[in-house]
C-alpha cells in the first residue's frame, strides 16, 4: 500500500514519466504511415520486428528499397505513392507522421486529431499521443522503454543492457509457469495469489 501511495502522490505532484504502456494487438489494428524515407524505414521496420502479422499502409511519392521488399514479405503491408491526403486517415486505428517536412507532420498531427485517431509524430514528442519506445524481447517476454521522450539514445543503450541482463532460458521460465498455472484448481483470486507465490520464491532464489 505504501508503495501505491508513493506513487499516486508522485503523479499528483506532477513529477516524473507520467506515460501509461500498452501493448497493442498489431494483428487487429489498422496503421497510417506517411513517409517512405528513412524516418519511415525505422517506424516500419520496428513494427514489423514486433508485430509481423501487423497491417500497416504506407503513404508518400518514393518509398525505400528496404520497405518494397518488406512488402513483399509481410502481407500486412501496402504500399501506395502518392501524396498524403488527409482521407487516407479514414478507417485507421493509428498514424505515424514519418517524414522530414514538419509542416506536413504538423498536418497530419492536426488531421488526426480531427479525425479522433492517435498519433505518433517522429522527433516531435509534444505532437505525439503515443511514443514508439526501445523494445526488449526473450522469447514470451517483452519489455518497453521510456524516458519520456526526453533522450531515445538513452533508452537505447537501457534496451541492450537488458538484453545481455536476461538469460536466453526466460521463454523456458515463462512456459513452465504457464503449464503451473493451467494446472491450478480454483478461482482466479486463488490463481493470482498462489503464481504470486511462486514467482516470489523465484525471487528470493536468485538472491
Same mark, same amino acid.
Given at each position: 500500500m505504501d508503495a501505491e501511495n508513493n506513487i499516486l502522490n508522485t503523479n499528483k505532484n506532477g513529477k516524473g514519466n507520467e506515460l501509461f504502456p500498452v501493448f497493442f494487438r498489431m494483428? /487487429?489494428? /489498422?496503421?497510417?504511415?506517411?513517409?517512405?524515407?528513412?524516418?519511415?524505414? +525505422?517506424?516500419?521496420?520496428?513494427?514489423?520486428?514486433?508485430? &509481423?502479422?501487423?497491417?500497416?499502409?504506407?503513404?508518400? &511519392?518514393?518509398?525505400?528499397?528496404?520497405?518494397?521488399?518488406?512488402?513483399?514479405?509481410?502481407?500486412?503491408?501496402?504500399?501506395?505513392? /502518392?501524396e498524403y491526403n488527409q482521407t487516407d486517415l479514414i478507417d485507421m486505428d493509428l498514424v505515424v507522421a514519418a517524414t522530414c517536412i514538419r509542416p506536413l507532420n504538423a498536418q497530419v498531427q492536426?488531421?488526426?486529431?480531427n479525425g479522433g485517431v492517435l498519433i505518433n509524430v517522429a522527433d516531435t514528442p509534444e505532437l505525439c499521443d503515443f511514443y514508439l519506445g526501445s523494445i526488449v524481447q526473450k522469447g514470451d517476454l517483452k519489455i518497453a522503454i521510456s524516458t519520456n521522450g526526453q533522450s531515445p539514445t538513452f533508452a537505447k543503450r537501457m534496451? +541492450?543492457?537488458?538484453? +545481455?541482463?536476461? &538469460?536466453?532460458?526466460?521463454?523456458?521460465?515463462?512456459?513452465?509457469?504457464?503449464?503451473?498455472?493451467?494446472?491450478? /484448481?480454483?478461482d482466479f483470486e486463488y490463481k493470482v495469489k498462489k503464481m504470486d +507465490?511462486?514467482?516470489?520464491?523465484?525471487k528470493e532464489e536468485q538472491k
Amino acid at each position: 500500500m505504501d508503495a501505491e501511495n508513493n506513487i499516486l502522490n508522485t503523479n499528483k505532484n506532477g513529477k516524473g514519466n507520467e506515460l501509461f504502456p500498452v501493448f497493442f494487438r498489431m494483428d /487487429k489494428l /489498422k496503421v497510417l504511415v506517411v513517409g517512405g524515407g528513412l524516418v519511415g524505414t +525505422e517506424k516500419i521496420g520496428a513494427i514489423l520486428k514486433n508485430s &509481423p502479422a501487423a497491417t500497416i499502409h504506407v503513404v508518400a &511519392p518514393e518509398i525505400s528499397k528496404e520497405i518494397v521488399d518488406w512488402s513483399v514479405q509481410y502481407s500486412g503491408l501496402t504500399l501506395n505513392y /502518392k501524396e498524403y491526403n488527409q482521407t487516407d486517415l479514414i478507417d485507421m486505428d493509428l498514424v505515424v507522421a514519418a517524414t522530414c517536412i514538419r509542416p506536413l507532420n504538423a498536418q497530419v498531427q492536426l488531421d488526426a486529431k480531427n479525425g479522433g485517431v492517435l498519433i505518433n509524430v517522429a522527433d516531435t514528442p509534444e505532437l505525439c499521443d503515443f511514443y514508439l519506445g526501445s523494445i526488449v524481447q526473450k522469447g514470451d517476454l517483452k519489455i518497453a522503454i521510456s524516458t519520456n521522450g526526453q533522450s531515445p539514445t538513452f533508452a537505447k543503450r537501457m534496451r +541492450e543492457l537488458l538484453e +545481455e541482463a536476461l &538469460p536466453d532460458s526466460i521463454d523456458d521460465i515463462l512456459q513452465q509457469l504457464n503449464d503451473i498455472r493451467n494446472k491450478l /484448481k480454483g478461482d482466479f483470486e486463488y490463481k493470482v495469489k498462489k503464481m504470486d +507465490e511462486i514467482t516470489k520464491a523465484m525471487k528470493e532464489e536468485q538472491k
